[in-house]
């Protein structure tokens, strides 16, 4: 409901068209000013554990953002969005275990076999509606996953690629250097996250929004509802793939784990943790569901259970995500201070 | 791959009703899972993600029902009245929270309970895994039935999966309380209105469901080892099942479940190492050409 | 004890700021290094199905870290254990692992992981240069493999080419002996599995060359369900079957193959029965399996060996596993290690363990060498049996000869290409 009145909220802002030119600017701004200080931290701390979860934030954050391109803007439920994830993750170690080629050209390369994969992948599943196409993409993913642990003489199976990944000097980056991983990261995060939110608040981001309120509606005025939800599913998966990619410079190998469904529901969870209706709502989430597992987990071995009534917490409590709840409580107080 | 063997199989009729029954028996305790699953689906349109865990529930009750005891009818109604009461109670206080809500919050307190069972589990039972053993009964030699082998401990498992296939059918399509059920599935709002408690239309329902699950934990205890998080790749098998069969079909979990105990049996003679991809490229096969799973009706 | 930090984000709410996180867990790291105990950090599978595994390992490492700590700990310093689980996710492994090292001032790392976890923490170890021993992870690639080869990661656990070649050469002999010609395998599909099997039947063939393998099946990792595979395996009608199934699957299995009266019908291989997680919870356990030894105390039949398994027993209420032992190794051997370099510094621990034999109560003559060229441990004792319902459950075992086991692995690693 949150969710509907929101975009209900943005289409009627009168004149947007106007207004988006100095949102873009302002967008531009906060994002060079989050990487400045994002960039900037080795500077101020030595922890290279808080680096560490910097990096993570950015794969988790850019894959569970995409998801909420599908899930919050499109109204596409994927359960199935992990195997971009994991798919990033592999093509780009196979290519730079096999190929040994710059690490720029891997990453175009492995966008542009996404970009393929989720283009066949996409026309099939997006004709499908709501729990159904929750379905068929969860089905995908798991035969995927089936793909890469049966095809073990190229993906090497359960074992996942093993030996590291190369990480050759390019344009004076290191990425086996801790802190140029760290910045590279930083940089596709935000990069990623600024056009991620040029995406959504476009003209196509508008028309997603419509077709996630009334797909007919949309129809009716001439929109093709099939290729418009294709692009956006095409354009999340590049996004999910870059993740994949930071991970498996993080970890420097590539897992069946990465394109397990598991990584499609705690893309899910995330969003739903930070809140869908905001476009921070899922890296919030990420920053929350990555905090808590790294605490949980080192404090009992019965994490399950603190996680899980955590999760009640927001899901019978809260009824809703962070983000979200913050910013109705917000728009709450201010309609009570209008009315006073 | 290796289709002479499943050639081979094929025109052999002993291979053939060894692996058509072993395909049964496969299916049998599938459909006892998915048909909980389906039924919960249909009636209360909520997935119930943490059906895995009513599974394992049932393994374990029975188990420790059995060392008791040493009764294995006992066993079997311990792990079915047992998870009942935990359905009961599960879908009173928790889900009930939910309805109407997005199908991702349901999800997120199934989900939860999934995380909190699993280490419920363990608590109780130990992290290692466990075995109930085989009641003296049923350790005997197996039956031979036109040169295939059947254990009659099988011969058990499918009889009572089929009885309870039965009495769903027939129950849900002929009793008052079939009909009360089916029209609270199609129009709450009118079965509350002729004052039927929907409430309990739903609780009950539910517990009927994870008796289902968890009968079908209790019987597959004396010949599957008990772990924590066991009912997960039931859950997902089961799963595929109801989205195969289609949501909320009783007819669609029965038949989605034996097709793919005979995907199983024969797959893993043609293509051992690729048997699991088999299930899901059929999942996204039957998804595409018919949304709603083989027997699922466009409204549901 | 002197502890240099507390658990720090535990008394933060979960919902706290970024920064105010980012402060806590930057703080130890300024910290460490002064620290007089030093800490080992143990990344290994705590949940989950494979739960059994971490537990079992944790028991015996803080067995013998208690023993080594009376004694005066590592060169003069408390042994502090740091043990995380992984929830054997390997993104997870190397996670964990990195923050052990990094935020908790782990200086050494027990790796507890099983499969791919212990990949991903190999890569950690590379990245990081921390000194690592893999306690649990069987794949030989993991050591055999140069490309894989770094100065500072050893394994103490099995590997999986030594248990090929002398299950292989135990059961070419009873195959010969009794005319078992058509063998059937059953193994689960990864990794583990796969080469395994592979390996053993490549010995067994070897061994005996008129063997035929005429089934093969693959069951995923914790199939549930193993009835089409006990059936196609019935339907192939073979004289012996080879499996390297292991805990709650193998019983599974044997529960399930039980009701087909499987074992009557052909003699059973099974590598990994002999270990007491399996042995004792089987309920119908048929006669006369052949098997490796996991972890048993008779085994080798020495007075320290079954000492060591009632202590365990005594403390922790059940009996070792698998891998009880081969963490329990680590230990040993990096308190050895350490006498050796009087010192505990991570560099001069690894200098000192390469090519160390210590005495050690599961040493195929009492003592275990970390070899020198590939960092794995040879010389524990190994060997098979046929297995009986109750206590001592294989009575007797015909101890594998670690001359043979020599000759063949290496002529196994030239033609892997890894030597």
């Known amino acids: 409901m949150t969710e509907l009145e929101a975009g209900r909220a943005e289409t009627l802002v009168p004149g947007r068209g106007v207004t988006t030119v100095w949102e873009r600017?302002?967008?531009?701004?906060?994002?060079?000013?989050?990487?400045?200080v994002l960039a900037s931290l080795p500077l101020f701390t030595g922890s290279k554990a808080l680096l560490d979860f910097v990096i993570r934030c950015s794969a988790y954050g850019l894959f569970a953002t995409s998801l909420n391109l599908l899930v919050g803007y499109t109204g596409l439920t994927s359960f199935g969005h992990g195997m971009f994830f994991g798919l990033g993750a592999y093509s780009f170690g196979l290519i730079m275990q096999r190929?040994?080629?710059p690490i720029p050209i891997a990453f175009v390369a492995t966008l542009a076999i996404t970009a393929v994969v989720a283009a066949v992948i996409g026309a099939i599943c997006v004709r499908l509606k709501e729990i159904y196409f929750a379905f068929v993409t969860l089905a995908f993913q798991m035969l995927i996953h089936s793909t890469i642990l049966s095809w073990a003489s190229f993906t090497g199976g359960d074992q996942g690629l093993r030996g590291g990944i190369p990480r050759p000097v390019f344009l004076g980056v290191d990425l086996s250097n801790h802190i140029h991983l760290y910045v590279a990261s930083c940089a596709l995060l935000i990069l990623g996250l600024l056009a991620m939110r040029q995406i959504a608040q476009s003209p196509f981001g508008y028309t997603l929004?419509?077709?996630?309120?009334?797909?007919a509606r949309a129809s009716f005025l001439g929109i093709d509802v099939w290729r418009a939800k294709l692009t956006i599913f095409v354009l999340a998966a590049l996004f999910a793939s870059m993740g994949g990619m930071v991970m498996a410079l993080f970890v420097s190998g590539a897992y069946p784990e990465f394109a397990y469904w598991t990584i499609s529901g705690e893309g899910i969870f995330i969003n739903m943790l930070g809140g869908v209706s905001t476009f921070l709502g899922p890296m919030v989430g990420t920053v929350l569901l990555l905090l808590l597992n790294d605490t949980v987990t080192r404090f009992t071995e019965y994490h399950g259970i603190v996680l899980g009534i955590v999760i009640l917490f927001f899901a019978l409590g809260l009824r809703k995500g962070l983000l979200d709840f913050v910013a109705e409580w917000f728009a709450h107080r201010r309609e009570a201070g209008e009315g006073r | 791959m290796d289709l002479d063997a499943l050639a081979g199989c094929l025109s052999s009729s002993a291979c053939l009703v060894t692996q058509t029954t072993s395909g049964l028996i496969i299916g049998m305790l599938l459909f006892l899972v998915a048909v909980g699953l389906t039924l919960i689906f249909g009636v209360l349109k909520v997935v119930n993600f943490s059906h895995g865990a009513f599974y394992m529930f049932g393994a374990y009750f029975a188990m420790t029902a059995y060392q008791l005891t040493g009764s294995f009818a006992l066993a079997m109604l311990c792990g079915a009245a047992g998870t009942a009461i935990l359905g009961l109670i599960f879908e009173r206080v928790f889900m009930s929270r939910v309805y109407g809500a997005d199908v991702l919050m349901q999800l997120l307190v199934c989900y939860a309970f999934v995380l909190i069972f699993d280490d419920v589990v363990r608590i109780i039972w130990g992290p290692e895994f466990r075995s109930m053993g085989m009641p003296a009964a049923f350790q005997v030699m197996p039956l031979f039935i036109a040169g295939g082998v059947v254990p009659p401990y099988y011969l058990l498992l499918i009889g009572v999966a089929l009885a309870a296939a039965v009495v769903l059918g027939i129950g849900l399509s002929r009793s008052r309380i079939g009909k009360v059920i089916r029209a609270a599935a199609h129009n709450p709002g009118m079965v509350s209105a002729l004052g039927i408690n929907t409430g309990l239309i739903y609780g009950g329902v539910f517990a009927l469901g994870g008796m289902l699950a968890g009968l079908a934990g209790a019987l597959a205890a004396p010949v599957r080892s008990l772990t924590p998080g066991m009912g997960f790749s039931v859950l997902i098998e089961s799963f595929i099942v109801t989205v195969i069969g289609g949501m909320g079909?009783?007819?669609g979990a029965l038949i989605g479940a034996l097709l793919l105990g005979l995907i199983r049996s024969f797959g893993s003679l043609g293509f051992p190492l690729f048997t699991e991809g088999l299930m899901y490229l059929f999942m996204v096969i039957v998804l595409v050409s018919k949304p709603t799973g083989l027997f699922g009706k466009e409204a549901a | 004890m002197t502890r240099t930090r507390r658990p720090g984000i535990s008394r933060r709410s979960t919902l706290a700021l970024m920064g105010a996180g980012a402060m806590t867990v930057a703080a130890p790291w300024v910290a460490r290094a002064q620290a007089k105990t030093i800490k080992i950090g143990m990344p290994t599978i705590l949940s989950g199905r494979v739960a059994q595994l971490g537990t079992s390992s944790r028991n015996a490492v803080m067995l013998e870290v208690e023993k080594v700590n009376a004694a005066g700990g590592l060169a003069g310093r408390q042994i502090e254990m740091v043990i995380r689980d992984s929830k054997g996710q390997p993104q997870e492994a190397a996670r964990v692992a990195?923050?052990?090292?990094?935020?908790?001032?782990?200086?050494?790392?027990?790796?507890a992981e099983a499969s791919s976890g212990a990949f991903a923490v190999h890569e950690v170890a590379r990245d990081l240069g921390v000194f690592c021993i893999h306690t649990n992870s069987e794949t030989s690639a993991l050591t055999a493999d140069p490309k894989q080869h770094i100065p500072n990661a050893f394994r103490t656990a099995r590997q999986g080419v030594h248990d090929s070649i002398v299950g292989g050469s135990y059961a070419a002999a009873i195959a010969k002996a009794k005319g078992l010609k058509k063998w059937a395998t059953c193994s689960p599909d990864y990794a583990y599995g796969r080469d395994t099997t592979a390996e053993f039947t490549l010995y067994l063939k070897r061994f005996a060359p008129d063997v035929e393998i005429i089934s093969e099946s693959w069951p995923k990792l914790f199939q549930p369900d193993y009835t089409e595979v006990v059936t196609k395996i019935l339907q192939a009608k073979p004289q012996a079957l080879y499996s390297c199934l292991w805990g709650g699957d193998l019983t599974s299995y044997i529960?399930?193959?039980?009701?087909?009266?499987?074992?009557?019908?052909?003699?059973?291989?099974?590598?990994?029965?002999?270990?007491?997680?399996?042995?004792?919870?089987?309920k119908n356990l048929p006669k006369g399996i052949h098997s490796g030894n996991r972890y048993i105390k008779t085994f080798p039949g020495t007075p320290e060996n079954a000492a060591w398994g009632d202590a365990y027993k005594a403390k922790y209420n059940e009996y070792p596993t698998n891998w009880s032992w081969e963490n329990a190794t680590a230990v040993m051997l990096m308190a050895e290690a350490a006498k050796k370099a009087n010192s505990a510094d991570g560099k001069k621990?690894?200098?000192?363990?390469?090519?160390?034999?210590?005495?050690?109560?599961?040493?195929?003559?009492?003592?275990?060498?970390?070899?020198?060229?590939d960092h794995t441990l040879v010389?524990?004792?190994i060997g098979w049996g046929t297995t009986i319902p109750q206590e001592p459950y294989v009575p007797e075992v015909k101890a594998g000869d670690w001359k043979t086991i020599f000759e063949l692995e290496a002529e196994w690693k030239k033609s892997k290409g890894y030597t």
């Open chain 3, 379 to 381: 010389g524990y004792a």
């Open chain 3, 98 to 111: 990195r923050e052990l090292v990094n935020t908790d001032g782990c200086e050494l790392l027990i790796d």
């Open chain 1, 209 to 215: 929004r419509m077709i996630r309120d009334n797909a």
């Open chain 1, 99 to 101: 190929l040994g080629v």
């Open chain 1, 25 to 36: 600017y302002r967008d531009i701004l906060i994002a060079l000013i989050a990487f400045a």
């Open chain 3, 349 to 373: 621990l690894a200098e000192a363990l390469a090519g160390l034999t210590i005495k050690c109560p599961f040493g195929a003559d009492g003592t275990v060498t970390m070899r020198a060229e």
């Open chain 2, 249 to 251: 079909s009783i007819l």
């Open chain 3, 255 to 282: 529960d399930q193959a039980n009701i087909y009266a499987m074992f009557g019908q052909m003699e059973v291989f099974a590598v990994n029965m002999a270990d007491y997680t399996a042995l004792t919870v089987v």
